[in-house]
T-cell receptor
């Protein structure tokens, strides 16, 4: 068990809808990262938060947004969903730059 | 931008044998970390081993060890005494650091490791 909790495990929704994925980092970890894993694109970095502030942005679409709350949990919001957004979304957390990233079990999103 | 290349999409090894997975990366930085992550069919991402770039000694974790060649920008993973439970996708990853505390992992495309009983 990595200590990173992601909910829900599975999500099935229709095109055009909006969903929210939730992540609770390991106790004490201030950094949260979101990754998207799809068959054709591999593991893509979306966004990083550190202690409530956005620190880095990767290949995140404008339809996607995220935030990290004072209790350090994070949410990834995906809107105007398209079929191509179907993927496994991972959250990871890290204590500092010298600590590895620990991943949650992911949320499997299926857009129909 | 940093890139990570895993040139072996798939590898197969007999149980109890040794296998080496290749990884090369491209960077102009001198301070970084390298990782190998394992993703079994359950789809979890499990940390296997990590290497600090400033350390010349190769990291070892039980049956897993790395061959880190900094000048060649090479970071291979050796699995000794392969077991059926080692069957998984293996991802090489480079951790990069930017200003203001920004950092993250860049992953290779992965190597699918098959263990033959």
């Amino acid at each position: 068990d990595s200590g990173v909790t992601q909910t829900p495990k599975h999500l099935i929704t229709a095109t055009g809808q909006r969903v929210t994925l939730r992540c609770s980092p390991r106790s004490g970890d201030l950094s949260v990262y979101w990754y998207q894993q799809s068959l054709d694109q591999g593991l893509q970095f979306l966004i990083q938060y550190y202690n409530g502030e956005e620190r880095a942005k990767g290949n995140i679409l404008e339809r996607f947004s995220a935030q990290q709350f004072p209790d350090l949990h994070s949410e990834l919001n995906l809107s105007s969903l398209e079929l191509g957004d179907s993927a496994l979304y991972f959250c990871a957390s890290s204590a500092d730059r010298n600590s590895p990233l620990h991943f949650g079990n992911g949320t499997r999103l299926t857009v129909t | 931008a940093q890139t990570v290349t895993q040139s072996q999409p798939e590898m197969s090894v007999q149980e109890a044998e040794t296998v080496t997975l290749s990884c090369t990366y491209d960077t102009s930085e001198s301070d970084y970390y390298l990782f190998w992550y394992k993703q079994p069919p359950s789809r979890q991402m499990i940390l296997v081993i990590r290497q600090e770039a400033y350390k010349q000694q190769n990291a070892t974790e039980n049956r897993f060890s790395v061959n880190f060649q900094k000048a060649a920008k090479s970071f291979s993973l050796k699995i000794s005494d392969s077991q059926l439970g080692d069957a998984a996708m293996y991802f090489c990853a480079y951790r990069h650091y930017s200003g203001g505390g920004a950092d993250g992992l860049t992953f290779g495309k992965g190597t699918h490791l098959i263990i033959q009983p």
